[in-house]
Structure formats: C-alpha cells, structure tokens
C-alpha cells in the first residue's frame, strides 16, 4: 500500500456509500484525502471516520451538479491540501423508476446534470491542475454494469454511465501517459451502515490505477469489503 503515502485524493460523493470506501482504503493506506458530498451531517461523520487513519483529512460541501461549485472546492482542496494526485469522480444520483414512456425532460436533465456534466466538470479542474503542476495524475469514474446490461425505468442513469465509460476512454488516450484514467462498473453493492459493512472500495480503484488491468468478478452480488482484497496484490 506503500504507492499511496504522502499522496491526496480527492472524492467526489465521498461521505458515505461506495465512496467513503474509497476514502478509506486511501487513508488506511496514508494519502491525505478530501471528500465532497451535499449532506454537512454525512460530511462530519465520513471526516471523523477517515481521521481515525492519522492522516489529514478534509470534507468540503459541494453539489457537483453546480460548475461553480465544484470550482471552488476544488480550488480549496489545493489551497488546504497543497495538490490533488488523483480523483475519483463518484458522486451521482440514481432514477425514480419511472416508465421510459412518461419520463420528463426535467428528469432526463438532472441525470445529466450530475452524473454527467458532473464528471466532466470535475475532471476538467484536475486535468488542468495536473497539467499545470506537472508529474502526471490519475483519475476514476465510477459507472455501472447498467451501462452495459441496460436498466429497465433507468434508462437515463444507464446512459450516463456509458457515457463516462467513453469520456474516460477518450481522455485516457489524449492524456497519456502522464494522466491515467480508468473506469470501474461495479453491479449491486451492498453498502449498508453496519460496521461491518463500511466500504473498503479503494482497492478495486487504486488497482485500476496501477500498473496491473483490474478485473472485477461478476456472478454474485458483491459488497464493498469483498471488492477490497486485492489492494495489496495490485499495488506491489
């Protein structure tokens, strides 16, 4: 776990769920990390949990569905933190099981705005700190098998985690290979409050990062411990 000490992560839709897995397997691993969620009372939380690591650890409000928002965290997460290594774009809001037939054009729209236009958003102000501070980066969308399998009453979710499938193909290819980008699509993922069950999803990420191709299992329904074990193996 040694490759990410003294590094800083950032999280979008870090304060609970499969992104406070992330978090914290990047803590427990020794980066300094920042969160960004909407929920101040999940934000206290997440950040008391993640400081239990010993390393520093900021948790800022921001609704990446908003560009100006999402400017200013992220400005403020390099005037506390001094730099941003990597970013995990994972903040994203699901459908409302509405038939295709009576889904509105405001719906479709905020699906979009967030799980889209989000991401784009929130890897272009990393790509250009990275750029602009040199020595490389890395960056992780978190999709869906929906956006190969399809979702019934989800279409609109479906679309948009094909389409940061193919915004980070593109990128990988324009931004190597100093920038690597890489996308995970987990399926049903157990990400219940029990102690137990704290995710510990930053494995499967920090292997998609390295070196070795990830590959995730399939067949059965998975939990963010279970997604975990390989950390160690794919960063040596």
């Known amino acids: 776990m040694q490759e990410e000490t003294r590094r800083v992560a950032l999280v979008t839709g870090g304060n609970s769920g499969i992104g406070l897995g992330f978090a914290s397997g990047l803590a427990q691993a020794g980066a300094a990390v920042c969160i960004w969620g909407t929920n101040e009372e999940k934000n206290r939380a997440a950040e008391e949990s993640l400081r239990a690591h010993g390393g520093r650890v900021l948790a800022l409000r921001c609704d990446v569905g908003d560009p100006h928002q999402i400017a200013e965290a992220f400005a403020r997460t390099v005037e506390e933190l001094g730099r941003v290594d990597a970013c995990y774009a994972n903040a994203g809001v699901g459908g409302r099981g509405t038939p295709f037939v009576d889904l509105g054009l405001e719906e479709w729209r905020r699906i979009f705005q967030i799980n889209m236009e989000g991401v ?117």
């Open 120 to 236: 784009f958003q929130t890897f272009q102000q990393a790509i250009r700190h990275m750029i602009e501070r040199g020595g490389g980066g890395s960056l992780v969308v978190t999709s869906s098998s929906s956006a190969i399998f399809g979702a019934p009453r989800s279409e609109h979710y479906a679309a948009t985690k094909a389409g940061v499938i193919a915004l980070a193909k593109g990128l990988a290819k324009e931004n190597a290979p100093d920038i690597r980008v890489n996308t995970i699509a987990p399926a049903a993922v157990d990400t219940g409050s029990a102690s137990d069950r704290v995710p510990l999803m930053a494995s499967i990420v920090c292997w998609a990062c390295s070196i070795a191709r990830s590959r995730c299992a399939g067949g059965r329904r998975s939990t963010p411990r279970r997604r975990s074990g390989s950390w160690s193996r794919a960063t040596r």
